[in-house]
Structures are given as structure tokens and as C-alpha cells.
């Protein structure tokens, strides 16, 4: 069960770049230090824990790990690349070290068997959200300006949308409380699109809900390779009652699905 939240993300907070799953690809070489450098022009005080020689030590990648979460300086934990050997040290974390100290980790692709396995094991809120290599100016491929404002106003929970969305984009996706408090109310999951000013900021597919219909449950975010995989290391986390959101690994195709508890449930949970 999710009990413990962190706080938001504030300017100022101690931030940690780690790399648990190992060596930084080549094309995030350079992005290290771009990284680096535009969080702290935001604000935000810098602590590099990213092994760049002996990468290959799991049991030292685990402990850095641990370590991000267990500095009374560090708020936010933000790994820098993700890869297959993320898997290597799911089952090093001394989950329970996590909990006591709940602290924001966000993640996406194969770090979402990061986050996810933390979210489960540890009873803490976790976060989905793009690379940091995406989101700096000197990215070479830089997520639009309406995914990397939203990036920021989920980490640092800015009800107001002051990180320079409208309030209807601020709102669109993720309805952040004015308190930490559980639980978390998300509104408008593709319900209203023409409340996003840009026209290349909307999706092309959308299912709304009908007038007074909700869906309610914990939400299960990853990508659809990443759940699969952890299904196949016996990592899967229970999905019953369930949201399951993610992405197909081709088609970048995104879905949400509720479950609920039936046999379909049950064999999705045993990887059939």
C-alpha cells in the first residue's frame, strides 16, 4: 500500500544524478554536464553521484542508490540514462532503507522497472516522467516546451501551473494537491483536449469518460516491454484494482487499462 509521499521539489533542494543501470551511453556523455549545468541555473544544488569508472559493480551501483536516498541534502533523485542492467539491482535495494527515507525518484522506458519495484516494495509515491538529457537546452533531441514545463510542475507539485502553463494545462494530466496528502486525484485523462492551447501539444486519439463517470484504483506506470520483463523476473507487482498505464515498446503507442479482480487479472499476475 502507498503510505508515505515525498515532499515537492523546491528551489534551492539538493538534487542527485545516479546511473543504476550502468554506463551512460555515449550520446549522454555530453549531456552530463549540460544536465548539470541547467539544473543549477534552475535553481537547484547539484550532487553528482553518476560512477563513471567501475560501473559494472552492481552491488555498487545498489549502494549509491541508497545512498541518494539516505542524504539529508538530496530531495530528488534524477538517474540519468536507463538500459537493460537496471534489472541487475532490483533485488540488491534494501527496500525498506527507501521507505524510511521518501524522497522523489522519477524515471522513464526501462527505468520504470525502477520506479515501479520502488512504488511496490517500498510504499512510496514515484514519478514517470522523461530524461533529463530531453529536457535541457542543449538537448539534441529536446522534448516540446509543454512536456518539459509539465515535467517540472509534477515534480515540484505547482497547483498554480506557475512553471509557465495555462491553468487548463496545468490541469490537464495531473491535478496536483495543495497538501501532501493521499490520495492523489488525477483529472481530465484525455478528456478535453482543445483545453491545451497548442495543436502540436495534443494527442491524436482520445477516450473520455462519460458525463459523471470516474475510474478509480493505484496507478501502474510503465513501458509495456518493462512490465513484461518484470513478470518474466517474478518482479511483476500485483495488478489488481489496478490502473495499468504505459507505452508499447514499437509503436510508442500509449494506454491506460483498469483491472479488476477476475481470471484474466489473475493470469496477467502470472505472466500467462
Known amino acids: 500500500m502507498i503510505s508515505k509521499i515525498p515532499r515537492p521539489l523546491q528551489s534551492g533542494d539538493g538534487v542527485a544524478f545516479v546511473n543504476p543501470a550502468g554506463v551512460l551511453p555515449e550520446r549522454f556523455k555530453n549531456q552530463h554536464g549540460y544536465v548539470k549545468a541547467h539544473l543549477e541555473e534552475l535553481g537547484f544544488l547539484v550532487k553528482d553521484m553518476v560512477i563513471e569508472s567501475g560501473w559494472e559493480d552492481v552491488q555498487r551501483r545498489s549502494e549509491t542508490l541508497q545512498a541518494a536516498f539516505t542524504d539529508p541534502q538530496v530531495k530528488a533523485i534524477l538517474p540519468l540514462c536507463g538500459g537493460a542492467r537496471i534489472y541487475d539491482i532490483l533485488s540488491l535495494i534494501d527496500y525498506t532503507v527507501l521507505a524510511s527515507y521518501p524522497k522523489i525518484i522519477c524515471g522513464s522506458s526501462e527505468l520504470s522497472a525502477l520506479v515501479v519495484t520502488i512504488s511496490e516494495r ?151
Open 122 to 272: 517500498a510504499g512510496m509515491v514515484t514519478f514517470f516522467g522523461p530524461h533529463l538529457n530531453f529536457l535541457n537546452p542543449k538537448a539534441s533531441k529536446r522534448e516540446n516546451r509543454f512536456t518539459v514545463r509539465s515535467f517540472w510542475n509534477m515534480l515540484q507539485w505547482d497547483w498554480h501551473g506557475r512553471n509557465g502553463l495555462s491553468k487548463n494545462e496545468a490541469y490537464h494530466f495531473f491535478a496536483s494537491p495543495r497538501n501532501s496528502t493521499l490520495p492523489v486525484t488525477i483529472r481530465n485523462i484525455y478528456r478535453d483536449p482543445t483545453r491545451i492551447a497548442k495543436d502540436s501539444h495534443r494527442d491524436n486519439f482520445y477516450q473520455a469518460l462519460g458525463s459523471g463517470q470516474s475510474v478509480t484504483g493505484k496507478l501502474l506506470i510503465g513501458s509495456l516491454a518493462v512490465l513484461v520483463r518484470l513478470c518474466e523476473e517474478g518482479l511483476l507487482p500485483d495488478v489488481t484494482d489496478r490502473i495499468v498505464e504505459g507505452r508499447t515498446p514499437e509503436t510508442k503507442i500509449f494506454f491506460s487499462i483498469p483491472f479488476k479482480r477476475n481470471s484474466s487479472t489473475r493470469q496477467i499476475g502470472k505472466c500467462k
